[in-house]
């Protein structure tokens, strides 16, 4: 049996009756090693430097200054201690002003991992002991280039003018690139108070490094766990650096719906590819049942040739995976600042799970019917397959198809999405082909013989033609999906930002300097509104106290809960918002304790009109009302804040003041300008971070687009065998109609009416389904409205009309070509 089930896979192989199922099983094992290559390698590197990546064995992070007893019960346990403050501001170096993260380091950082330095841009760096010392800086090589500036010239931070010491060329708890858009500087802790850039507004972010003996870093966590305060956070080998872990996250979910759709194609693909094999074959199987061969050892016969077809489909598709993962880490792996070990074996068992559960969870139900075929078809092969328990064996094979997308998702949520959306997809694209091959069939009547014929053909095999065109519907719907509703959403972003959106932003304006920038502003032919900025933390939503563990399921509003919120105060309606529930501030509300609170902040934390808030504000609580909600357009790039009160309700706590405006490419020197009269203030270019965020993304979307090849191949691969199965459903009625006298040009006009009406309704069906998942994904995802296409669905009818008959036409002349005894003989 394994020796004819060897001799069988090859012969089919040859003919290729098999390889549509091989191309389709390879294709997505494939996709699937592919991106779990990439993620294996990157998880080995986090397990791998785990604390190279924090810089200590334990970080304590705030948003205040830690108390001091933190520190002395670490010494008591004998644990060595450093300490980092990280901050924007601008510097300035010659002619140059650039926005740069500020690290001040103590001297004994880091505590694990070290620093490189070089003195020279693009030579490689050597092991630093140490921080910068006093008096010196180091700056990174963005900002080294910016400047222009290296060791030797000198900077400008804050009041002090530093001399440049050193290039940083690593830095280990850096670690990820995605969201540090302003490049570095690192200077000494105690050249801080001389800076006088710590001011109220400072955006600060205190770090305590710990490393030890591991008993007493565990001893010293559970003693302090419980003891932490509001806007501190304890992060160790378990839980850190989690901008990492959820930057790269967010990549791996892109990647993974990529995946899950590739998976989904090959699945249809298999499923189209298995019933042609089947058809092919009663013959066959037939002649093996009447030699004496049972329905045990032909099911037997068949599983080996298909385990041997998923043992080789998934070495093919293991091997190009692990070729085509060396793509996204080209792509990906500069997020990470640490070398990728090769990744492990656990890739390979997952592509091995693919190539098994789509080939015999949808294999199953075909290879029943040819174990089942009657002896008497090899005198009647007019007599149709025998039919099988299809529920239950297509159940089955949905059942594993299920488990094995949620395992590819990774998310539960995600993969509970995905089988829902395929499904309700599956359910309403059979629908709608369903009523539209009832419909065409009535059409019938009127036209020419190839008119007739063609539409004849779709109403006698009504359950096959709508099984074709949900094929054919899937495969369009991904193309689409891929090419014009993503040009949209693109284009819907752009259109969001007006060519003259503001491109600047400044923070940290205190209350005596307002009218001085207000000035200088105006001299540069800038008008900006200076908005009055407060930072408090939300302490209660009516009279329920609220922290994160409030919100046990929502990492989102754990995070928001933690921060500290902007608030500010004014009696107009700002541009670009809307209410949505209640109602605006009225001129008599000056004073009293109302607020607008944004609707999407609202929704997260569960505010409604109506709720007190109690915020905390410089340590003075105020206590307000939400007398509406608003809808911001985040995308104007104007200075935006949650929650806004009307005036006279918190201004008696101190401000600070923020705008944005646009400055023209005409007048560069603004931002030095205002930097070197106003050292305090952070100046921030939106039009850099802008460009370097869409760099990121870029190189994000560039690796889902690579793996969306694999899903174009396999919805080219549903599409093929979609049609190819048409053809063989065919070739026994043309050649009885070549035998009563129809003329080859006449069936030709039919099989092309025939296929233009299967592609035609597969391209409407799927631009209804790109328009509406490409609505979902604009507004769920990207909070966009993206304008519909009334041409999407002409465009995508004709276009689907045209490829079914492209595809379709190498088929179709092989069977005109045939002779008719010779089909005849064949059989059906």
């Known amino acids: ?92 170096g010659g002619e140059q002003a650039q926005l740069a993260d500020i690290k001040a380091v103590c001297t004994n950082y880091p505590l694990r991992g070290h620093l490189s330095t070089t003195l020279r841009q693009g030579e490689a760096g050597q092991p630093a002991a140490g921080g910068p010392p006093p008096g010196s800086v180091w700056l990174d090589e963005r900002l080294a280039t910016t400047l222009q500036s290296g060791p030797g010239s000198f900077v400008t931070v804050g009041r002090q003018r530093l001399p440049v010491a050193a290039i940083l060329t690593l830095e280990p708890d850096r670690g990820i690139n995605f969201f540090s858009l302003a490049p570095r500087l690192m200077m000494h802790l105690d050249d801080i108070p001389a800076s006088g850039l710590v001011q109220f507004g400072s955006r600060l972010r205190y770090r305590l490094l710990l490393a030890g003996d591991e008993k007493a870093v565990g001893s010293f966590k559970k003693w302090l766990a419980p003891r932490l305060e509001r806007g501190e956070r304890l992060e160790d080998a378990q839980n850190a650096r989690p901008e990492i872990r959820n930057a790269l996250d967010r990549a791996q979910r892109f990647l993974g719906l990529a995946t899950l759709l590739t998976v989904v194609l090959s699945a249809v693909a298999v499923v189209l590819a298995a019933r042609r094999y089947m058809q092919r074959h009663f013959d066959a199987c037939a002649v093996m049942r009447c030699l004496g061969m049972t329905q045990g050892r032909l099911i037997g016969l068949h599983a080996l040739q298909f385990f041997w077809l998923a043992v080789f489909s998934a070495l093919a598709g293991c091997t190009l995976g692990f070729v085509a993962h060396f793509v996204l880490v080209g792509w990906l792996s500069n997020l990470l600042a640490v070398s990728l070990p090769l990744p492990g074996w656990q890739p390979l068992a997952q592509g091995g799970a693919v190539a098994g559960v789509l080939l ?6 075909p290879l029943l019917q040819l174990a089942r075929v009657p002896t008497l078809r090899v005198m009647r092969r007019e007599m149709g397959p025998p039919q099988p328990f299809l529920l239950g064996g297509y159940g089955l094979g949905f059942a594993l198809l299920a488990g094995l997308i949620l395992v590819v998702a990774g998310d539960l949520k995600l993969g509970g999405l995905a089988i829902g959306g395929f499904a309700a997809a599956l359910g309403g694209f059979w629908l709608l082909a369903r009523l539209a091959v009832l419909a065409i069939g009535l059409l019938r009547g009127n036209g020419g013989f190839g008119w007739r014929q063609g539409l004849a053909n779709l109403a ?24 014009v509703t993503q040009a949209r959403l693109l284009d819907a972003w752009q259109k969001g930002m007006p ?44 009279e ?20 500290e919120f902007n608030l500010s105060w004014r009696n107009t309606l700002p541009p670009g918002n809307r209410v949505t529930k209640g109602s605006w501030f009225a001129p008599q509300d000056a004073g009293q304790g109302l607020a607008s609170v944004e609707e999407g902040l609202a929704t997260t934390l569960g505010i ?73 203030l952070t100046v921030i270019d939106i039009g850099v971070v802008i460009e370097q965020f869409q760099t990121v993304m870029a190189q994000v979307s560039n690796a889902v687009r690579f793996i969306f090849i694999f899903t174009l191949l396999a919805g080219a691969i549903v599409l093929y065998s979609a049609l190819l199965t048409a053809f063989d459903e065919r070739r026994y009625e043309l050649a009885v109609m070549r035998a009563l006298g129809a003329h080859r040009a006449q069936l030709r006009q039919a099989m092309l009416v025939e296929l233009a009406v299967v592609g035609g309704i597969a391209g409407l069906i799927a631009a209804a389904g790109a328009m509406l998942l490409g609505q979902l994904i604009a507004r769920q995802v990207f909070q966009l409205e993206m304008a519909l296409d009334p041409w999407l669905p002409v465009v995508s009818a004709l276009g689907g009309a045209v490829l079914a008959i492209s595809i379709g036409w190498w088929a179709m002349r092989r069977l005109l070509l045939t002779p008719p005894l010779l089909a005849l003989r064949a059989g059906a």
């Open 499 to 542: 060519a003259d959106a503001p491109n600047r932003f400044i923070i940290n304006i205190q209350p005596e300097q307002r009218q001085a920038v207000a000035e200088m502003l105006a001299s540069l032919g800038v008008t900006a509104e200076l908005a009055p900025m407060v930072r408090a933390r939300l302490l209660r939503i009516g």
């Open 544 to 563: 329920r106290p609220v922290s994160a563990e409030s919100y046990p399921e929502d990492e989102r509003a754990q995070r928001l809960i933690e921060r």
């Open 460 to 483: 006698r095999h009504a359950p096959s033609s709508a099984l074709q065109i949900v094929a054919l519907a899937i495969g369009l719907m991904a193309m689409l999906l891929l090419t």
């Open 360 to 365: 015999f969870g949808f294999a199953l139900p």
């Open 1 to 92: 049996m394994i020796a004819l089930a060897w001799r069988l896979l090859g012969r089919e192989l040859r003919s290729g009756e098999l390889r549509l199922l091989f191309a389709a099983l390879a294709i997505a094992v494939a996709a699937v090693t592919a991106v779990g290559f990439f993620a294996d390698r990157v998880r080995l590197a986090l397990e791998r430097e785990a604390q190279q990546l924090m810089g200590g064995d334990l970080v304590l992070i705030s948003d205040h200054p830690l108390p001091e007893s933190y520190s002395a019960e670490a010494r008591r346990r004998g644990l060595q201690i450093a300490e980092t403050l990280i901050f924007p501001s601008m510097v300035l």
């Open 608 to 680: 409604k009109v109506g709720d007190e808030l109690l915020f905390s504000v410089a340590g003075v609580e105020k206590r307000v009302r939400v007398s509406n909600l608003r809808k911001l357009e985040w995308d104007s790039m104007r200075v935006n804040f949650f929650v806004l009160t009307p005036s006279g309700v918190i201004e008696d706590v101190p401000a600070s003041y923020i705008t944005s405006f646009h400055l023209p490419a005409t007048a560069t020197g603004g931002g030095t300008q205002l930097v070197a009269r106003f050292p305090n």
